[in-house]
């Protein structure tokens, strides 16, 4: 395999300043250019700063920093990277600027200098069009901060020859960075693998089941999430988040799986776009996110008798389970008494379609999400429809919040707040898996990685939750509602039907 001694970064804003970073650092000769001229001056002063910060706190040696600054060599003119082994843009994010650049460099470097694209919107295949020779083009997706966030995607376009891609894998590792493998589909696999969260977070929001802090709250204390979504798009802003949502689903030609949402287009409009103006869907008073402090729960009732619904076997099992570690033994009456509180645990399922299956009484039925476990601490979650009295739910919340774990109440939804997002991540992974765009190990690397979703990536996530209850979660969905975001991908829906752990490839290969 090829050795790269030197590369050529054209670019030198955020991105291209982190890559010059990374490659200096392991050894790399860096030619670095921008059309303004005093961008690359700033970059190498900034990286100058970087590094001083780092010998001051002993992670690298005078000599090293030194070295390291010299090996970043600024270029006045496209013409002076004629001897790199491989130029990396990081300009503009434009198909015709990306396609100009790389055919003007066709005609500056050699005929074996691979020309890879940091573009994390635009097909690679489409900027190789632009070029005479398509097959050196390759996309090196880094993301931002480009020496904290280690994992970069290698994109092979269709045109594009996998030997180069190999090379920027081995690069990759030698930069201290986890490359991981694509192929050129809209959003490669981090922006592709990112749509559940977001998507189906906004979808909750606009069914009114909970407040945005509320379901934030879920998907931190009760699916293990480092942000919900909504603290997610005020970080990244919705003037980023927005036209992405649009995009993918458009690139995809209306998946329904990615159906944006009109509460983001409506926010765009009023400037309402996260952290950066101040206020998004959280507001920000002095740089600080401002929360309203959650209501303590209410009275436990002096007696209280529960019925626990026997219909999913798992939950029934966690609901009586924890009922009793609250010391309250559940009635096992084959029907709910007359006078005591039903808690039903369904699995994509909404309360009003487990109460009309079942014929319960509407007045005094909950539903508690056990897809996560129950253990003590975790936030827990009950669910009202719109005919449970005030009494019962608050019974169920005083009930369900005894050991002093945090206890949130929704409305009805078909998979609460936490199994339909959870599910939705990874049912998009999954289809990821059964597109070929990348393998199974990739996917889970690129999205633990890229996103910092918990349990190791989406598709591990799923084995240790239960394929089948994600399966189950999807089909429940898909019944209450009839819209087909919620089909399972055929990956997710074979694998359970074979008992296969989603993140195996065919046996056979
Ligand atoms: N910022 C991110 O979070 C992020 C993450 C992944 C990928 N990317 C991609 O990386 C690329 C750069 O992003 P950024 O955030 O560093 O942008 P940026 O605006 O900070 O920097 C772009 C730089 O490119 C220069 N430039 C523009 N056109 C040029 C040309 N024709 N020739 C030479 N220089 C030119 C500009 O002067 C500017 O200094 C984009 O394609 C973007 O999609 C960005």
Redesign the pocket.
């Known amino acids: 395999m090829r050795n790269i001694d030197i590369v050529g970064v054209?670019?030198?804003?955020?991105?291209?300043?982190?890559i010059a970073q990374i490659a200096a650092q392991a050894g790399i000769t860096v030619r670095l250019?921008?059309?303004?001229e005093q961008?690359v001056a700033s970059?190498r002063d900034a990286l100058q700063a970087v590094w001083k910060r780092q010998v001051e706190k002993q992670r690298m040696s005078a000599d090293e920093a030194d070295a390291a600054l010299q090996r970043v060599v600024p270029c006045g003119k496209?013409e002076d990277m004629a001897d790199a082994d491989l130029i990396i843009?990081?300009?503009?994010?434009?198909l015709d600027?990306?396609g100009?650049?790389f055919r003007k460099l066709e005609g500056i470097v050699g005929a074996d200098c691979i020309l890879a694209?940091?573009?994390?919107?635009?097909s690679i295949t489409a900027i190789a069009s632009a070029c005479e020779d398509p097959t050196r083009v390759v996309g090196y997706?880094?993301?931002?901060?480009?020496p904290l966030m280690k994992v970069v995607e290698v994109i092979d376009g269709v045109r594009g020859d996998p030997r180069h891609g190999d090379v920027l894998m081995e690069l990759a590792r030698r930069m201290g960075h986890t490359p991981v493998r694509a192929k050129d589909m809209p959003g490669f696999i981090v922006n592709h693998g990112g749509r559940g969260m977001n998507i189906e977070g906004l979808k909750a929001a606009q069914e009114c089941v909970a407040p945005f802090p509320v379901i934030d709250a879920i998907m931190r204390e009760q699916a293990g999430f480092r942000m919900g979504p909504f603290e997610l798009m005020d970080l990244t802003g919705l003037d980023?988040s927005h036209p992405v949502m649009e995009s993918i689903y458009q690139q995809f030609y209306d998946e329904p799986r990615f159906r944006p949402s009109p509460i983001t287009a409506v926010r765009v409009a009023g400037g309402l776009l996260g952290r950066k103006t101040g206020e998004g869907f959280y507001r920000y008073p002095e740089g600080q996110k401002a929360v309203e402090a959650e209501a303590s729960a209410p009275a436990l009732p002096a007696s209280l008798s529960v019925w626990v619904a026997p219909y999913h076997s798992t939950g029934h099992r966690r609901a009586a389970a924890l009922l009793r570690e609250l010391g309250v033994e559940p009635v096992t009456s084959e029907v709910p008494p007359r006078d005591a509180l039903i808690v039903v645990t369904p699995y994509g399922e909404d309360i009003a379609t487990v109460v009309a299956d079942y014929q319960l009484d509407a007045r005094r039925t909950v539903a508690l999400d056990t897809f996560f476990g129950l253990e003590t601490g975790k936030r827990r979650v009950v669910m009202c429809s719109a005919a449970t009295l005030p009494e019962w739910r608050d019974a169920a919340h005083a009930l369900f919040a005894k050991d002093g774990s945090p206890v949130s109440v929704i409305a009805d939804s078909a998979g609460f707040i936490g199994q339909r997002v959870v599910a939705a991540i990874i049912n998009v992974a999954c289809d990821i898996a059964q597109q070929g765009i990348a393998t199974p190990e990739d996917i889970d690397l690129a999205i633990s990685l890229g996103l910092g979703y918990p349990g190791g990536g989406p598709l591990s996530l799923g084995d240790t939750l239960g394929a089948a209850h994600v399966l189950d979660i999807l089909r429940g969905m898909l019944r209450t509602t009839g819209d087909m975001r919620y089909r399972s991908s055929l990956w997710l829906q074979r694998r359970v039907q074979l008992g296969m752990s989603l993140r195996e490839l065919p046996v056979a290969g």
Not at 10 to 18: E, H, L
Not at 89 to 94: I, Y
Not at 141 to 146: D, Q
């Open positions: 054209v670019g030198a804003g955020a991105m291209g300043r982190g250019f921008d059309m303004q961008a970059a496209l843009e990081a300009v503009v994010e434009r600027v990306k100009e650049l694209s940091n573009t994390s919107s635009l997706h880094f993301f931002n901060p480009v980023v």
